[in-house]
């Protein structure tokens, strides 16, 4: 069982920046964010592999960078240039898997995070 807790949401404007933290209980193979609205289905912003590989929703590439610290089982999302929207609760999601990273599910889930920006 692994355990993650993120952190770092809030209220921005547009154009913006805010950075997110996912602290874990363990070191996993794949961690990634995903986003979810109200009204809308859950979507995946981006993953980064243990190897460093990572990957992005159209939606966000260029604009969100996603890293992950395993000294310090830390997984980030620094989020540049906010748009209204990318207003969402932000998830982290990790796994053991390799194949878990293209096409999920993720096994473990943190609470989530409140990411408002404002126009």
């Known amino acids: 069982q692994v355990r993650l807790a993120e952190s770092g949401g809030g209220s921005v404007q547009t154009g913006g920046s805010l950075r997110l933290s996912c602290v874990t209980s363990g070191n996993t193979y794949c961690m990634a964010w995903f986003r979810q609205a109200p009204g809308r289905e859950r979507e995946r912003v981006g993953y980064?592999?243990?190897?460093?590989?990572?990957d992005y929703a159209n939606s966000v590439r260029g604009r969100f960078t996603i890293s992950r610290d395993d000294a310090e089982n830390t997984l980030s999302l620094q989020m540049n240039s906010l748009k209204p929207e990318d207003t969402a609760m932000y998830s982290c999601?990790?796994?053991?898997?390799?194949?878990?990273?293209?096409?999920?599910?993720?096994?473990?889930w943190g609470q989530g995070t409140q990411v408002t920006v404002s126009s």
């Open positions: 980064i592999t243990r190897d460093g590989i990572t």
């Open positions: 999601a990790a796994d053991s898997w390799k194949t878990t990273c293209s096409y999920g599910p993720f096994a473990f």
